[in-house]
């Protein structure tokens, strides 16, 4: 199967038979993980940059590793180190990337849209690691898989998404990743963390954790983006553990064995306590495994389709 489009911008404009065909695609990925497959062949001659305006610990480094287990050349073009401190635009540094060969670049940017006008100009794909409020597909992607694989389906799961949704990229992506291939998805924060427009999705909106637990197969607590709060919009953290703060004291709401998952970076004692996050049924570390296959699945669709173009 070949992707519609060329790059990888957001779950929004993808269909559900793309998104069905990257899990399972990286299910195969995931394999070879397993077998300790950190020498593969399948990207040999491609050449991948990540370009990143915004701090990053895991998504970089799995994009790193996926595109080094098989066989990619990667670099890092360090943002604060490069001519984009000098004033060069984001157009200027793409063009400069074009002229050196690169098949592929992985851009992380705070602008909404940045990677989308990237994608325009550069012809070879450019794959969307978030941009600011907007999307941040391959989050959304690894996250699926990791539902998939603890409970074998998406069709029919419930998803609980807590936390600061306005803000959040990955709250978007889940949004419409996971209602495409027909899971129910409640959002739940105070009124002043939900996005205007929510209403019209498909999302169930609460402020009351009980109700959007209560029956949940998935929680996903979502990171405070203080970098992104022009004003506190909750009291204080301490109010913000007691309403929304996922402890095992709250998970006693849960009628059934829940999966806990988070983004990460986890602010331990805020979004959830210390217990949860190191908990058997807590999914975050095996949300960074999966972030390596699904970003290895993502790059080798990609570089397999500019082949079969040609
Ligand atoms: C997320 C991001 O950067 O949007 N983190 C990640 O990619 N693992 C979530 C966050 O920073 O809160």
Known sequence: MILKSKDIIG???MEADEISYILDSAATMKQLLLQNAKKMPHLQGKSIVSLFYENSTRTRLSFELAAKYLGATFSNLGVSTSSVNKGETLLDTGKTIEAMGTDIIVIRHP???APKFL????SGHV???GDGMHEHPTQALLDMFTMKEKFGRIKGLSVAIIGDISHSRVAR???WGLTKLGAKVTLCGMDTMMPPGIGQTDAIVTNDIKEAIRDTDVIMALRIQKERLESEFFPSIREYHKFFGINEDVLKICGKDVLIMHPGPVNRGVELSSAVIDADFS???TQVTNGVAIRMALLYILTRRKNDDA
């Not at 994608?119 to 550069?122: A, E, S, V, Y």
């Open 127 to 129: 794959i969307n690691a």
């Open 283 to 285: 999914a975050i570390n």
């Open 119 to 122: 994608g325009d100009n550069f």
């Open 111 to 113: 602008l909404a849209g």
């Open 11 to 13: 779950l929004y404009d």
């Open 173 to 175: 992506s889940n949004l």
